[in-house]
């Protein structure tokens, strides 16, 4: 997996970014309030939207990993790859955590562009978002 963190590097997809750990908190922050956008969309019902932004909450908690590694990313699939290189293989995060990545992108994408999107599905998505916020604040002691 470490090929693929290679590749992506010089594909340039993933890049340096040394003022990233000073930028954890703040991305752990976004990925809170995305989460309670989702919450608060769920409770309204609104299934699509409540999708969208359980995914965002995920994609800046993960922002948030790669930041610690003082990395940035440049495309939202190579972050996942990236995570899972960096994180995964020293089995710092929990298995799911990717998976819930990718599940959240395809579903994500599904809402908006295909209007697919169901209320099991975004139930699921703001629980694995909350999940992964979890293990990033585990990981980064950043903890509110």
């Known amino acids: 997996m470490k090929n693929n963190l290679?590749?992506?590097?010089?594909?340039?997809?993933?890049?340096?970014?040394?003022?990233?750990?000073?930028?954890v908190a703040k991305e752990l922050e976004t990925a809170r309030e995305d989460l309670a956008d989702a919450q608060h969309s769920f409770d309204e019902e609104?299934?699509?939207?409540?999708t969208v932004q359980a995914y965002y909450a995920m994609f800046?908690?993960?922002?948030a990993l790669l930041y610690a590694k003082k990395f940035?990313?440049?495309?939202?699939?190579?972050?996942?790859?990236?995570?899972?290189?960096?994180?995964?293989?020293s089995k710092e995060l929990p298995g799911e955590y990717y998976d819930n990545f990718m599940q959240?992108?395809?579903?994500?994408?599904l809402a908006d562009y295909k209007r697919k999107f169901s209320k099991d599905g975004a139930q699921r998505l703001i629980q694995?978002?909350?999940n992964n916020i979890m293990a990033t604040e585990r990981i980064t002691g950043k903890n509110r």
Do not use: C, Q, T
């Open 6 to 23: 290679r590749e992506a590097i010089e594909k340039g997809r993933i890049v340096s970014f040394s003022d990233g750990p000073r930028l």
């Open 46 to 50: 609104r299934y699509k939207w409540a």
């Open 60 to 63: 800046h908690a993960a922002r």
């Open 72 to 89: 940035r990313e440049k495309s939202h699939i190579y972050l996942g790859r990236a995570i899972l290189a960096l994180y995964g293989e």
């Open 104 to 109: 959240g992108m395809n579903l994500r994408e």
């Open 128 to 130: 694995a978002a909350k």
